[in-house]
């Protein structure tokens, strides 16, 4: 017994060790709303899952591996809460799946990603990107994530710098540019200021017309509110020539947050082919971890364009109210 117990004095130490070196973590959302849904003059009722984030569930880890190297991987599905399917048919990780080598030096990401692009764009969007009021509902659709990546990202020691270079294989043999992407962002902050550049390019499934988006995003915390901006321009060799821009503010108010946001698109290679948008959200916060929605959007578009509407020309109207569930 004595023997047992000087053994499991000896080892217990070594296994505090072990667990404070390694974490594994199961997290996820479940976001639902009641929507009304006006699009080119019908309407429709429905429940809708991610009005405020996406639905879903993942598992995270990670393991200090001494020296300063830390290795990290995330594994995590998007969810359509209202009918608890996948939102990525046949891709059990649609969202995201990855492993990481960090150090010293920066961190090195194997795998399938949200694209730096993306990423300059949700936060610098006073709704992140995701919901009603969303700016991809307008901007130019570059690609929310990249399969057979390999990034790089500058470690978080810069004094307020960060930036990727994200490369994602086409994998298609005897073509190495088909079905290639390359996107990347370079960003300071610190304090009340965020601003970012951002690039991203695709070629097509041959290997050709690569089609290429530029950014340039910022918020600026001014106290009583906080200011977003977007200015985004994307071309390719053929029949892409587009600018899109975002305005918005959001505003805390205790438990409470106002946000609003104006987005435009200007079509420079087809006439009559631009759309805005305008939205308005309020959020009240029920404790750490939920909290209630009302968004509504209406995004109305030019005679020779149809972004999120049934028909040309056609103007869509939302309105999502909702409880988002974090764990």
């Keep these: 017994m004595r023997s047992t117990l000087i053994a499991a004095a000896l080892l217990l130490p070594l296994s505090q060790q072990t667990q404070a070196q390694e974490s594994i973590n199961v997290y996820g959302v479940v976001d639902l709303a009641v929507t009304s849904d006006s699009n080119s003059g019908r309407t429709m009722a429905a429940v809708d899952s991610g009005q405020q984030t996406a639905s879903r569930f993942g598992i995270k880890g990670s393991e200090n591996l001494g020296d300063g190297l830390v290795a990290r991987f995330v594994l995590e599905s998007q969810i359509e809460a209202d009918r608890g399917v996948p939102s990525f048919a046949g891709t059990l990780f649609g969202s995201q799946a990855w492993v990481s080598l960090g150090g010293p030096l920066g961190s090195v990401t194997i795998g399938r990603i949200f694209t730096p692009y993306f990423g300059a764009i949700a936060s610098n969007d006073p709704f992140d990107a995701k919901g009603p ?3 991809t509902r307008v901007f130019y659709d570059s690609g929310v994530r990249m399969n057979n990546t390999v990034k790089y990202s500058l470690p978080p020691t810069l004094r307020g710098f960060y930036g990727d270079v994200a490369y994602g294989a086409g994998e298609v043999a005897g073509n190495a540019r088909a079905n290639r992407q390359l996107s990347m962002d370079l960003g300071y902050a610190r304090g009340p200021l965020n601003v970012q550049l951002a690039y991203h390019s695709t070629y097509d499934a041959f290997g050709g017309n690569p089609a290429r988006s530029y950014l340039v995003g910022g918020n600026y915390n001014f106290g009583p509110l906080r200011g977003w901006a977007v200015v985004a321009r994307s071309r390719n060799d053929t029949t892409l020539d587009t ?41 009240h916060t029920l404790s750490k971890r939920t909290n209630l929605y009302l968004v509504g959007s209406r995004l109305a578009n030019d005679a020779n364009a149809g972004y999120q509407a049934a028909q040309p020309g056609g103007t869509r109207r939302i309105i999502a109210a909702g409880i988002r569930h974090q764990f």
Aim: charged share 25%; no cysteine; hydrophobic share 40%.
């Design 133 to 135: 009021g969303e700016s």
């Design 243 to 283: 600018e899109d821009t975002l305005f918005g503010i959001s505003v805390p108010l205790g438990l409470d947050t106002v946000a609003a946001d104006y987005v435009h698109k200007k079509d420079k290679f087809y006439s009559d082919a631009d759309a805005t948008q305008l939205a308005l959200a309020y959020y």
